[in-house]
């Protein structure tokens, strides 16, 4: 599968604190190649930051990314894509606040950093990504943006 630099996925996944999660999260060089739990930490990343209302702010965030980074090492460092069986990775928000994921048996209070055993509340809204979905989706789109450089280059 295609390994991305940070150059190729900037242009296809940027958001405004993108630089930022580099940084602060994944702590790589702009030539470096993704692993791919840090191409999906980015895609989450991406969602999050869509989804998180005030008050939660960017080292929220950051700090719950440095939370799930694990799990998504373990779940996509060594991916077989020729495997149809894979096991479900999902993380999961729910009302904009609390995140879960797999192998998680607590949801992370973004605002806080506390981990819940249980919601406070039933959620009033959900979103669910699976990690898997999105690790090959986003390679199918940066071999294509990678193809469009090398036909741009020739």
């Known amino acids: 599968m295609t390994k991305p630099n940070i ?10 604190q993108f630089d930022s999660v580099v940084r602060h999260v994944l702590s790589i060089g702009e030539d ?19 989804c998180l209302p005030p008050p939660i702010g960017e080292a929220d965030i950051h700090q719950a990314l440095k939370e ?3 799990t998504l090492a373990c779940a996509l460092d060594e ?3 020729e495997d ?14 609390y995140i879960t994921w797999t192998s998680q048996d607590t949801f992370l209070d973004v605002a806080t950093g506390e981990k819940l055993e249980f919601l406070p509340r039933p ?31 020739t």
């Not at 470096?32 to 739990?37: C, F, K, M, S, T």
């Not at 993380?91 to 904009?96: E, I, Q």
């Not at 999105?134 to 193809?147: G, P, S």
């Open 7 to 16: 150059g190729t996925v900037r242009k296809v996944l940027y958001f405004e």
């Open 32 to 50: 470096q190649e993704l692993e791919p739990h840090e191409q999906v930490c980015l895609y989450i990343a991406r969602q999050l930051f869509g």
């Open 68 to 70: 799930i980074l694990p």
């Open 79 to 81: 991916i077989d894509v």
């Open 84 to 97: 149809v069986e894979l096991e479900t990775a999902v993380v999961g928000v729910a009302d904009g606040r």
């Open 123 to 153: 959620p009033m809204t959900t979103i669910s990504i699976d990690v898997y979905s999105v690790y090959f989706r986003m390679q199918e789109i940066y071999k294509a943006e990678l193809e469009q450089e090398h036909a741009n280059t």
